[in-house]
Every structure is written in C-alpha cells, then in structure tokens.
C-alpha cells in the first residue's frame, strides 16, 4: 500500500497543551501534505512540505520531514478545543502515472479538552 | 480563493436508483479533479482521477462501469453511482487541484444512504 500511516490512532489533551502526530510512508515522494477534516465535512489543506524541504511552520503549526526514514510528524503547540479534528498525512508519489495523486493516511483523532 | 462546491450534500435514495454528484472549482480551473470515499473513522480512499476531456483513471478495485465519471470543462466534475445499492453507502468527497505539486482542495462531500 502507498498509504502513510498515521501514529497515534487518537490523541486527547487538554487546551493550552501541545499535540505531536506523526505519519510514516512507503513510497519515494514529491511531497507531503497535512489536512484536518472535521467530523462529516471534507478536508482542509493545511500544510504541504517538499520531499528537499526538512521543516515549515504555519502559525502554530510545525510540519518537519525526514525523506531517510520515510517519516513526518506535525505539531499543534498551545492547543484549543477548536482544534478537535482529525489530521490525516497524505503522500504525492513522485512517479509516472501516479502524479498528482494523494494517498492517505487513517488519520489521527484529536480531542482537545477546555 | 480555490473553493471548490459539491452538491448535493446528503442524498437518500432506494435501491437501484442511479445518484449523480456534482463538484465544481468555483474561482479557478482545475487540471484535475479526484474523487475519494470515505467510510465512518476510516481514511480517505482515492477511486478515480478525472482530467478535462479525457476518461478517468480508476483506482485498481474500483468499478468503472459502477462509479461513472465525466469530467465536462475545467470546472465540473460528475460522479455518477450506477443502480446504488446499500453497500454503496458512503460519503463521496472530490477534489480539484490546479497543478502539480500543489493542494488540493476539497468538497464538503456527499452523504450517500441507499435504502
């Protein structure tokens, strides 16, 4: 499977509390991309980081990538109950017929708590 | 920028009945357009890749001649579920992007319930 797979399966913290989730994969990459879907809505772009990129930050949000161990981790620092989403990974394979496609991960449940 | 509009949100039908759903790039145009299913607390599942003018390209498992996808203009992409039957409830999310190497943009998804 190209699928990343996502570490922990759910996360709960309490508000002002940092979340790390992590993600890895199995394929060669173009890029990484982070989304959050909240419960029966699609998903919303969060971050996306290149296979030459190593980290990014986006407000609170810190995406770092490790291209030798096929792995990415995204951080939330000083959390909010509006946070509570699910986080999913999603690769780009950087070969042929495969372009532009995004493979998920399962997601990672996060629960933050006032 | 980069909405992208899915409609309908929530059908219920009986089985049988065929469902088309819609999804459109309102502020751009989209090189392609993917679709995606998703069950309760799972992942997303990539079915089809859709590219302006050409046929889709079907994810391996995935029926085209159940899940019929046309991809109109640059801005419109239709999924049509075939003879839905129970098994085929799902929610149904498309997305669009405008280049490689980049986001994509998402639908809010479609609540398919087959009776």
């Known amino acids: 499977s190209q699928q990343g797979e996502e570490d922990p399966q759910a996360l709960s913290i309490q508000e002002g509390e940092n979340a790390t989730m992590n993600c890895s994969y199995k394929t060669s990459i173009n890029n990484l991309q982070w989304y959050r879907q909240n419960s029966g809505r699609g998903l919303v772009h969060l971050i996306l980081i290149r296979s030459n990129e190593r980290e990014k930050h986006s407000g609170r949000l810190r995406v770092t990538l490790d291209t030798s161990k096929k792995s990415s981790s995204l951080l939330i620092t000083a959390s909010r109950a509006a946070d509570t989403a699910s986080y999913f990974c999603a690769t780009e394979p950087d070969r042929g017929s495969t372009l532009g496609r995004l493979y998920f991960g399962r997601g990672t449940q996060l629960t933050v708590w006032p | 920028g980069a909405v992208v509009s899915q409609h309908p949100s929530w059908v219920i039908c009986k089985s049988g009945t065929s469902v088309k759903i819609e999804c459109r790039s309102l502020?751009?145009?989209?090189?392609?357009m993917f679709w995606y299913r998703q069950f309760p607390k799972q992942s997303l599942m990539l079915m089809a890749t859709?590219?302006?003018?050409?046929?889709?390209?079907?994810e391996q498992g995935v029926e085209k001649d159940k899940f019929l996808i046309n991809h109109a203009s640059l801005t419109l992409s239709t999924l049509t579920v075939t003879s839905a039957h129970p098994e085929d409830s799902s929610f149904y999310i498309c997305?669009?992007?405008?280049?490689?190497?980049?986001?994509?943009?998402f639908g809010d998804g479609t609540r398919l319930s087959i009776l």
């Open positions: 859709s590219n302006e003018g050409s046929k889709a390209t079907y």
């Open positions: 502020d751009f145009q989209a090189t392609t």
């Open positions: 997305s669009a992007i405008t280049g490689l190497d980049q986001p994509q943009h």
